[in-house]
């Protein structure tokens, strides 16, 4: 186990935030904690980490958060591909002009290392599966400030000195994802609208096919990227790469658990929706030894459980459409969740 360390991570009311915090402290290191609650659950916040609530823009407070700060582990985001396409302002500022702000908070500290959690946007549309040698082909607004986020920190990283790694993870599911977010996170809307006794909504013609992570597998990933020393200056996809299935399949996986059976609503295509996306997980298998350990029905299991025992909860939309028009898909629109 490594030595003690004071670990900044960001989004640590978020879904992949609250867990590596968690499982940081659990490791015994001492975690400082940034959100400014605009995703995420309150009650995510891992009770040993010492939690800031601010916006990662305020850069004064970042600079005062960084004090005495070895590594930091970056994930505060609005992690929203396809709402980034009608939402492009708010997104971009979270994810982008945040991430500025985080890595130079950080490299002003003189940080050793700090871990960025990009997302498999970064590849957009190219031939599955997706290695971490091709080159970055953003389709949208939230891939392009991704990619840009990454370039800010490998150009700032490299000119101060300071260690950086790029976690690139993919459709994660699990406990504590929100799931009353109109906007994205697939499997648990689709679980909270059919315990509610709502059909599942698909856009397209739920062809388009997804590899899903179950949070642990992500984490055993995350965790060795604080202080191995191989994976310096290295983008690595986490997450599986052996059950690439069609939305349609995990339409009915989430009806067979759920006990519901409403046939699927289908919706017009969401534009710039990627039709077939998946990471190689061989990188991540030879440099941090991964092997798949939840497979999708026990992960869809585990999100079931999750939230059948908070409860359903109505739908937030909680993020401004800054454009609309006649691409805007209706469920937005119309608040039809
Ligand atoms: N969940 C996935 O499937 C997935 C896939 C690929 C990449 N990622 C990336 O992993 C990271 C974590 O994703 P997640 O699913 O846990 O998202 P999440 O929405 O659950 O958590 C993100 C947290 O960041 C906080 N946040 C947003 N903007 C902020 C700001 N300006 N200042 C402070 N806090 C802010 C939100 O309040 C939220 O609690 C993100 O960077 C995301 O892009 C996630």
Not at 139 to 168: G, R, T
Not at 238 to 264: A, Q, W
Not at 267 to 283: G, I, Q, T
């Amino acid at each position: 186990m490594s030595k003690s360390k004071k670990i900044l991570v960001t989004g640590v009311a978020g879904f992949l935030g609250s867990h590596l915090a968690e499982k940081l402290s659990q490791l015994n290191h001492k975690v400082v904690g940034i959100d400014n609650m605009s995703g995420g659950y309150e009650d995510n916040v891992p009770k040993n980490v010492e939690f800031f609530n601010f916006d990662c823009c305020n850069l004064e407070k970042m600079k005062e958060a960084m004090k005495g700060v070895e590594i930091v582990y970056h994930c505060a985001a609005t992690a929203h591909e396809g709402l980034s396409v009608f939402s492009p302002f708010e997104i971009t500022k979270n994810n982008y002009l945040a991430s500025v702000s985080v890595f130079t908070a950080a490299v002003s500290n003189k940080v050793k290392r700090i871990i960025f959690c990009s997302s498999m946007a970064r590849y957009g549309d190219q031939n599955t599966p997706f290695t971490e040698d091709m080159k970055p082909k953003p389709v949208d607004p939230y891939a392009i400030s991704k990619v840009a986020s990454e370039n800010v920190l490998i150009n700032l990283c490299e000119l101060n000195n300071i260690e950086w790694v790029i976690a690139v993870p993919h459709n994660i599911i699990g406990p504590r994802q929100k799931y009353n977010d109109p906007f994205r996170n697939v499997v648990s809307i689709m679980i909270n609208r059919m315990l509610q006794k709502k059909a599942p909504i698909i856009y397209g013609d739920g062809e388009q096919k997804r590899c899903f992570s179950y949070i642990d597998d992500c984490l055993t990933c995350l965790i060795p990227m604080l202080d191995q020393k191989n994976l310096n200056k290295q983008v690595i996809n986490i997450g599986p790469d052996e059950e690439f299935v069609t939305i349609n399949k995990v339409s009915e996986i989430c009806s067979n658990i759920t006990g519901s059976n409403l046939k699927p609503i289908y919706k017009k295509d969401r534009p710039r929706e990627v039709k077939y996306a998946s990471c190689s997980a061989d990188k991540a298998r030879k440099l941090l030894n991964y092997k798949t350990k939840t497979d999708l029905k026990t992960g869809i299991t585990k999100t079931f459980n999750y939230i059948k025992e908070r409860g359903v909860r109505p739908f937030d939309y909680n993020i401004n459409l800054e454009i609309k028009n006649e691409l805007t898909p209706e469920t937005w629109l119309k608040k039809e969740f």
